[in-house]
Structure formats: structure tokens, C-alpha cells
């Protein structure tokens, strides 16, 4: 049996591979961040007895030349070759795919981008990824790293071209005014701050323009402003089918919708449906995910 893993900073969720393709979930543990020897005991005890290979969706980026990792939040696998550490520890074959990437194949394969050649995965949450798959295949691109807009300063560095006087906010990769550091959830509540002045939860502040209140509104307007321009080179660039969203955000649809009239709005190309939508995995593309890239490696009706 092929267990699937879907691994986050907070919990590690686990579920069988079935042969019609689908993973069925079987709970989740918390996630050892910081010692490696726990870690690799949860997911044994996860993957239950035998030696049958393991498939891993994880939130971090994986150099293609050397397999080692970059995963700020679980600081036991920083820095560390994971996928063969893992498969010396376990004694099983370990495959290991980045989140967003997961989640898009899962798109194109199984969901909103079934049957279409260009689909780019992205994710809105606490922070800003994604991945892309052209006709069933992922993009894995130079080093490991493709699809991974969220990173590249985008803000003007002159206080005049800047959006509403915005100010260019440090980003985890080390620049400053990347797409991640003011599209994510955590982006937004750093525009309402710098707009209004107060720390708000992206939660309260879409929960305030649903309701018609002005600072939210002002707040979520510069946001879908700042994201579509920067989606709109994305799609003119790659010229996706579709765009599926998974993360915390994806959960507002009317946001998604506000995302896609303005994005559709600013591209060449004529796209005559909606093109950002939420992702039919936006839940478990982790996991489902991690199942195709075993599907792909041994073989449909793997399980
Ligand atoms: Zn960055």
C-alpha cells in the first residue's frame, strides 16, 4: 500500500493511494518541527509496517541538482537532502513533491484543468505560490524552482509609483516588496495597516468589504489591484486555460471572482469564462497530489 503525505508546519494528514486513483485520508499527526528523529518516526508509524513506497507533498522548494531542501517552517528538514535522508532512515522509496505543485497536478490531471494543456496552480494563503503543469506534466523547472510567482520584487521603489503611497515590505526570501509580502493573507493586513493604521485579520477585512464597510473595501481594492497586475503578466506569459486557486484566501469565491474580472481584464488574450477559480483540490491537493506523482512513478491502478 502507497501512503500519501501532506506536510505542513503544523500537521503532518496521511491517507492510502487507492487504484481508482484517489487517496483516502486516514487522520493527521502534529508535525515534529524541530528534531529529525521524531519526525521520521511519525511518518513510519503513518506508513504503518513493510518497505511499499511513501509519496510526500511538502511546503518548501527542493533543488533538482542536489535534493536539498528549503523548508523555512520545519526546521528539521532545512537544508537537508529529505527525500534521500528519509529513504535511508525508512528503508522505502520516498517521493517528495513541493505543495503548490502537488496541488496544480492534482488540478490538471483530476480537476478544473482536466483535459487542458496549460493550467498554472496558484496558492492565496499565508503566503503567495504556484506551480505549472503544461499537458499532464509538471513544469519543475531550472534548480527546482518554477511557478513560484510570489517571489521577485514587484513594488516601485519611488513612493510615487507606489500604490496608494504603499510602503515595500521586507519579504521571507530575503528582497523587499515581493508579491508574497503584499498578495499573501498576511500581505493584505499589512496594506490595511499602512492604509488605515490597525491590525485587522485578512479574515475581518474581506468579512468588511462584503458588508460595504470603506476601509475594508479600500483595502481589498488595492490588494485585487496589486494581485491581478502581477497575475496578468503571469497569464500573458504562459497562457494558462485555467487558473486554480487553493489557500486560506481561495475560501472567499466572491474574492476569487473580484481577482478574476480584474485579471481578465488587464490580459491579451480574450478569455470568454471565468479564469481564476477555486480549485476542485483546494481542500486535499496535497494529498491528492502526491498520489498522481505515484501514479506517474509506478504506474496507474498503483496502490
Ligand atoms: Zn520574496
Known amino acids: 500500500m502507497i501512503t500519501c503525505f501532506d506536510i505542513g508546519g503544523t500537521f503532518i494528514r496521511h491517507g492510502a493511494l487507492q487504484p481508482d486513483g484517489t487517496v483516502a485520508e486516514c487522520g493527521r499527526?502534529?508535525?515534529?518541527?524541530?528534531?529529525?528523529?521524531?519526525?521520521?518516526?511519525?511518518?513510519?508509524?503513518?506508513?504503518?509496517?513493510?518497505?511499499?513506497?511513501?509519496?510526500?507533498?511538502?511546503?518548501?522548494?527542493?533543488?533538482?541538482?542536489?535534493?536539498?531542501?528549503?523548508?523555512?517552517?520545519?526546521?528539521?528538514?532545512?537544508?537537508?537532502?529529505?527525500?534521500?535522508?528519509?529513504?535511508?532512515?525508512?528503508?522505502?522509496k520516498v517521493l517528495i513533491t513541493n505543495d503548490a505543485n502537488a496541488f496544480a497536478l492534482a488540478e490538471a490531471v483530476d480537476g478544473t484543468g482536466r483535459g487542458k494543456p496549460v493550467v498554472f496552480g496558484i496558492i492565496l494563503g499565508s503566503g503567495v505560490g504556484g506551480g505549472l503543469v503544461v499537458n499532464g506534466e509538471l513544469v519543475t523547472g531550472y534548480g527546482g524552482i518554477a511557478g513560484e510567482w510570489g517571489h521577485g520584487p514587484i513594488m516601485d521603489p519611488t513612493?510615487?509609483?507606489?500604490?496608494?503611497?504603499?510602503?515595500?515590505?521586507?519579504?521571507?526570501?530575503?528582497?523587499?516588496?515581493?508579491?508574497?509580502?503584499?498578495?499573501?493573507?498576511?500581505?493584505?493586513?499589512?496594506?490595511?495597516?499602512?492604509?488605515?493604521?490597525?491590525?485587522?485579520?485578512?479574515?475581518?477585512?474581506?468579512?468588511?468589504?462584503?458588508?460595504?464597510?470603506?476601509?475594508?473595501?479600500?483595502?481589498?481594492?488595492?490588494?485585487?489591484?496589486?494581485?491581478?497586475?502581477a497575475l496578468s503578466v503571469l497569464v500573458n506569459t504562459l497562457g494558462p486555460d485555467v487558473i486554480p486557486v487553493s489557500g486560506g484566501l481561495s475560501n472567499d469565491t466572491a474574492l476569487l471572482d473580484e481577482i478574476d474580472r480584474k485579471t481578465r481584464s488587464l490580459v491579451l488574450a480574450d478569455y470568454g469564462a471565468p479564469l481564476v477559480v477555486r480549485g476542485q483540490f483546494a481542500a486535499n491537493g496535497g494529498l491528492h497530489g502526491a498520489g498522481i506523482v505515484a501514479r506517474k512513478t509506478f504506474g496507474e491502478g498503483t496502490a
Not at 49 to 63: K, N, Q, T, W, Y
Open 29 to 92: 499527526v502534529a508535525t515534529p518541527g524541530n528534531d529529525w528523529n521524531a519526525f521520521v518516526s511519525a511518518i513510519e508509524q503513518c506508513a504503518g509496517e513493510g518497505s511499499s513506497p511513501i509519496s510526500i507533498s511538502l511546503a518548501g522548494a527542493f533543488d533538482t541538482r542536489t535534493g536539498m531542501a528549503d523548508v523555512a517552517n520545519i526546521p528539521c528538514l532545512h537544508k537537508r537532502a529529505v527525500s534521500r535522508d528519509l529513504e535511508e532512515a525508512l528503508g522505502r
Open 159 to 229: 513612493a510615487g509609483g507606489s500604490l496608494k503611497g504603499l510602503q515595500h515590505y521586507p519579504c521571507g526570501c530575503g528582497q523587499t516588496g515581493c508579491i508574497d509580502a503584499v498578495c499573501s493573507a498576511r500581505g493584505m493586513e499589512k496594506i490595511h495597516k499602512s492604509l488605515h493604521g490597525v491590525d485587522v485579520s485578512s479574515k475581518d477585512i474581506t468579512k468588511a468589504w462584503h458588508e460595504g464597510e470603506a476601509s475594508g473595501t479600500e483595502t481589498v481594492e488595492v490588494f485585487t489591484t496589486l494581485l491581478s497586475r
